[in-house]
């Protein structure tokens, strides 16, 4: 939803193809570049004290980001600068949530679920950016639609963030 909202928001707020596209690049980008540390830092830490960080970094920067966008005040640059650090956050977060899985449930049903866990990522990342766009198109402007689905999103991250 986060990523859907935010490409359409990007063409709302600016025509250059440049930008549109650099959206993608700000989500996918920190996956790239840290997925190696960001495996190894949840092999290394403790990885509930990790999701709690990089839960409260996506918190903090969505949170802005929902701000800016509700009062108008967001920017092009400022739209991909905190698309940028959200995804880092996910980046750093994803590793550690999909390791801790073992430490929550019985040994007897971890094939169960690690597969919950993985059907739970794979409908986020189907239904998600569907949600995202209706929810962007159900209001009378792009602006507060997307508003509203980054509000949303940081409202997720508050009960993640101080599990």
Known sequence: MQDT??????????KSALLIALMQTAASLPVLFLGFF????ADIFNR???LIIWQSWMLAAVGILAALTLTT?????TLLGLTFLMNIGSAMNN???A????????REELPEA??????????ARAVGPALGGLLVGAFISALRGAGIV???NALSLIGRAHV
């Open 150 to 152: 980054f509000l949303l």
């Open 48 to 50: 509930r004290r990790l």
């Open 73 to 77: 005040g967001v920017l092009p640059w």
């Open 95 to 97: 590793p550690a949530w």
């Open 5 to 14: 909202a935010g490409t359409w928001l990007m063409t709302v707020l600016t």
């Open 38 to 41: 960001a495996g190894a830092t």
């Open 99 to 106: 390791a801790i899985v073992p430490e929550l449930v019985p």
């Open 114 to 123: 690690v597969a919950i866990n993985s059907a739970g990522f794979n409908i």
